[in-house]
């Protein structure tokens, strides 16, 4: 299909500001809370990431399809994103490795593109108004019944999404014979975080969001990774008990991103919505420990409130973002536990932060010489 031939489409904001673009991928409507990625490439892993599910993309930079989708290149098995936002959505492709274009690929799953966007005029708007929900469509052209539809779309805050994304049941990857075992609490984990402790000899069990401690211990894992994931980490009250029981059992645990905010709610540290979130793969974080400065990827929209950290006797800061002071890294005082609200699996430094998941596995080695 030519480019002019392209239907019109609609973007409505929660609002009021309505966009014109034209319609891209698969035919429909689609809602969700808009938010926008900064990132200039890796737009496939972001489509997939399941931290994504529920929110409409805005992707910054103007071209996306250009390089294809490629079939390794995921964080899940399906396109978590609830619709896209975009300058260009560039059908033809320049990779030769690429196994089909962004327009298959959307239709394959069935999800919902509008491109021809003026994305800096969107981004500025919500960069200003903040977080909101917003509507796609490429099929209904009235803007009061698309009001209609989008008065009816929860917010982001206060909404649990783990179920929508976790694991139904637990599996198994890697070598049994491994070095070590561990654990992954899956709220919605990325594959490369998987592939991490993969490539550090240890043996892998991940269990859907909502298994109780009882079950995991019954594995005698050597430690527990608290995975990344959707929603908001307030209303999970069942996550952050089964968290307090394995601190209090003292088992190592590495959180990250959705993990790290549970790991804190579990101590006691509260959560709050975001103005507007960190999403992109240029944000610096500084390691209070080390003193050097990462750049790093970064998918959240809820973080850790910074004036009850201060006040807590019970978790240290260990890395704060160098754009807006907000807390990027905790430590827990009388537990073997720490978590970060980043994206150390992702490759935006491209290496800054894997050390991560080498104190993770040396936190298990420590462990059992102790």
């Excluded at 050597?222 to 994931?229: F, T, V, Y």
């Excluded at 002071?325 to 009388?334: A, L, S, W, Y």
């Excluded at 992702?346 to 998941?357: A, E, I, K, R």
């Amino acid at each position: 299909m030519k480019y002019t031939e392209k239907k019109p489409a609609i973007l409505l904001l929660a609002d009021g500001t309505v966009f014109h673009g034209k319609a891209a991928g698969a035919t429909g409507t689609t809602s969700g809370e808009i938010c926008f990625n900064t990132g200039m490439t890796g737009y496939q892993e972001i489509f997939t990431d399941p931290s994504y599910f529920g929110q409409i993309l805005v992707a910054t930079h103007v071209h996306i399809g250009n390089y294809g989708i490629h079939g390794t290149e995921v964080e899940s098995d399906d396109i978590k994103i609830a619709g896209l936002v975009c300058r260009s959505f560039n059908v033809p492709y320049s990779r030769k490795s690429a196994n089909s274009s962004i327009d298959e690929y959307f239709k394959k799953y069935n999800k919902v593109a509008i491109d021809d966007i003026d994305t800096r005029a969107v981004v500025r708007h919500i960069r200003n108004k903040g977080a909101m929900n917003c509507i796609i469509s490429s099929e209904i052209t009235d803007i009061p019944t698309l009001r209609k539809m989008l008065d009816k779309v929860p917010s982001m805050e206060g909404l649990e999404l783990s179920s929508k994304v976790s694991a139904s049941k637990a599996y198994f990857l890697g070598n049994p014979n491994a070095k070590r075992k561990v654990a992954v609490m899956d709220f919605g984990v990325k594959k490369n975080i998987l592939r991490h402790l993969l490539e550090r000899d240890c043996y892998l069990q991940v269990f859907p969001y909502n298994t109780s401690y009882t079950e995991v211990k019954k594995w005698n894992p050597d430690g527990i990774m608290l995975s990344n994931g959707p929603g908001d980490p307030a209303v999970m009250p069942a996550a952050v008990q089964t968290i307090k029981e394995m601190l209090n059992d003292h088992v190592p645990v590495f959180g990250i991103c959705l993990g790290h905010q549970l790991l804190a709610e579990a101590c006691g540290i509260g959560t709050y919505k975001m103005f507007n979130g960190h999403r992109g793969i240029n944000h610096p974080v500084k390691n209070l420990i080390s003193g050097r400065c990462e750049i790093t990827s970064q998918n959240h929209g809820f973080a850790v409130k910074e004036q009850d950290v201060r006040k807590s006797d019970k978790v240290e800061i260990t890395h704060l973002n160098l754009n807006d002071g907000t807390i990027e890294g905790i430590r827990v005082k009388n537990a073997v536990a720490f978590s970060v609200q980043y994206h150390p699996e992702s490759s935006p430094g491209p290496h800054d932060s894997s050390y991560l998941f080498d104190d993770f596995v040396a936190l298990l080695n420590a462990v059992e010489v102790a």
